[in-house]
């Protein structure tokens, strides 16, 4: 059965091949997309939140807002258009990093992994951004097992899996039960870069299946505070599936068992 979902899941990964980036960087930036736009049509709540918390006025704290506007949406412009990809990933990387502080999210734990996970999303990005032969660290080798491409792409996935940490249920229901342990495989599995493809595709439509269900924004109206809450949380989400997704299509990369099994 296994043997059998697998052939199949190199058959998808076949006929996907040459879409499957281009959806993936799409689902990678859902986040900073919506979230840009948000900013646009909240405005004045942003700013009035930003100033009542930290009590900056609102020229600074218009400042943020448009920082967050404008970088999040160049960002997701220049990562769609293939253009500056590397600065794009550094000025959102910025933007997770400033939200993190101004939000504090630094002090919910749920959501500074979620964060995490992000940031791991975005250095798969970077990495996949990188021409084989260049390397952004003057003077560091490039040599296939210490180009610093291998290490964001471990560093991206041991991030992305925080993620999953975040759903994980102490609760003895038997299907919770379930969930843990496979779902704790799986990440596993992801995270030392074995099997890693066909862990992750799982991993892909396991979280696509949560999503739905848990953060369905769209049956919640517009005017209830729950809405944008769910609507942050599936678009988070979208982005760390749209990581995984890069993970599926070009691999764990050379720091991982997949690679050293070649060889063994």
Not at 35 to 51: A, H, N, P, T
Request: charged share 15%; aromatic share 16%; glycine share 8%.
């Amino acid at each position: 059965m296994t043997t059998g979902f697998s052939c199949r899941s190199q058959r998808f990964l076949r006929v996907t091949k040459q879409y499957l980036p281009h959806v993936a960087r799409l689902c990678l930036i859902s986040t900073f997309l919506e979230d840009g736009i948000r900013m646009w049509f909240q405005w004045s709540e942003q700013r009035d939140y930003i100033d009542g918390t930290w009590n900056c006025g609102y020229f600074l704290a218009s400042i943020f807002v448009f920082l967050n506007l404008f970088g999040q949406l160049s960002g997701c412009i220049l990562v769609l258009s293939r253009n500056f990809v590397q600065y794009a990933c550094f000025g959102l990387f910025g933007i997770i990093a400033l939200q993190t502080i101004a939000y504090s999210i630094l002090w919910d734990l749920k959501f500074l992994m979620r964060n995490l996970a992000l940031g791991g999303g975005l250095l798969l990005l970077l990495a996949e951004s990188r021409s084989e032969g260049k390397s952004m660290f003057a003077g560091v080798p490039t040599m296939r097992e210490s180009s610093p491409k291998q290490y964001m792409q471990l560093g991206g996935r041991v991030l992305l899996v925080l993620m999953f940490m975040t759903l994980l249920h102490f609760d003895m229901n038997f299907f919770y039960i379930l969930q843990n342990i496979v779902g704790t495989a799986l990440i596993i599995l992801v995270a030392i870069g074995f099997k890693t493809k066909l862990a992750a595709l799982t991993l892909v439509i396991w979280l696509f299946g949560i999503n739905i269900y848990f953060n369905a924004f769209w049956t919640i109206p517009a005017y209830k505070p729950m809405h944008d809450f769910l609507k942050y949380d599936f678009f988070q989400t979208m982005s760390v599936i749209g990581g995984l997704l890069l993970v599926v299509a070009l691999g764990p990369g050379g720091v991982s068992m997949d690679e050293k099994k070649k060889e063994w």
